[in-house]
T-cell receptor, first 111, second 112 residues
Framework: KQEVTQIPAALSVPEGENLVLNCSFT??????LQWFRQDPGKGLTSLLLIQSSQREQTSGRLNASLDKSSGRSTLYIAASQPGDSATYLC??????????FGSGTKLNVKP | DTGVSQDPRHKITKRGQNVTFRCDPI?????LYWYRQTLGQGPEFLTY????????KSRLLSDRFSAERPKGSFSTLEIQRTEQGDSAMYLC??????????FGPGTRLTVL
């Protein structure tokens, strides 16, 4: 059974801090890895998609890296803002049919 | 392009009743996925369509659950004889061949 683990489960930081969220997976034969943001009671918003041949992707203040050999991905958020408060989920994609999600990291950025 | 839409956004029903949810994917997307999410957990895969063909179903999808995508466009998810354990957020996502998924706002089901 594929497992995706996200650490920490919750994180509280003051505004302006840089932070790193972690995602680990048991099977390194991934196709893609996708990071999402979810606000309470809402659907998921796609942040970044990293294909298996890539090592990182950047969008604004977000940078996601992928190390397939060690089964890890990190999401780096620079200069955090209160509006970044949400749950961040990673999904590991083994083929078009199989998406496995972690339980998420709940981020609170304090003003 | 208005993104993935789902209807209804909220549904409250009594145990034993049938419910049906609808998902309208992004128009050019050939792949459509259904997930279930409970509080504090990530989404769990339920089923997947490529065009109108249902290509994969999770073991979570008991015989009380059925999904259709009759013309390869919108999809419906029906739950028969609902149970309290069916209470969850039901999420729909669509995508193209690159594997990236785009999610709708979800339907929150409460079974009393």
């Amino acid at each position: 059974k594929q497992e995706v683990t996200q650490i920490p489960a919750a994180l509280s930081v003051p505004e302006g801090e840089n932070l790193v969220l972690n995602c680990s997976f048991t099977d390194s034969a991934i196709y893609n890895l996708q990071w999402f943001r979810q606000d309470p009671g809402k659907g998921l918003t796609s942040l970044l998609l990293i294909q298996s041949s890539q090592r990182e992707q950047t969008s604004g203040r977000l940078n996601a890296s992928l190390d397939k050999s060690s089964g890890r991905s990190t999401l780096y958020i620079a200069a955090s803002q209160p509006g970044d408060s949400a749950t961040y989920l990673c999904a590991v994609i083994y083929n078009f049919n199989k998406f496995y999600f972690g339980s998420g990291t709940k981020l609170n950025v304090k003003p | 392009d208005t993104g993935v839409s789902q209807d209804p956004r909220h549904k409250i029903t009594k145990r034993g009743q049938n419910v049906t949810f609808r998902c309208d994917p992004i128009s050019e997307h050939n792949r459509l996925y259904w997930y279930r999410q409970t509080l504090g957990q990530g989404p769990e895969f339920l089923t997947y369509f490529q065009n109108e063909a249902q290509l994969e179903k999770s073991r979570l999808l008991s015989d009380r659950f059925s999904a259709e995508r009759p013309k390869g466009s919108f999809s419906t998810l029906e739950i028969q004889r609902t149970e309290q354990g069916d209470s969850a957020m039901y999420l729909c996502a669509s995508g193209l061949n690159r594997g990236e998924q785009f999610f709708g706002p979800g339907t929150r089901l409460t079974v009393l």
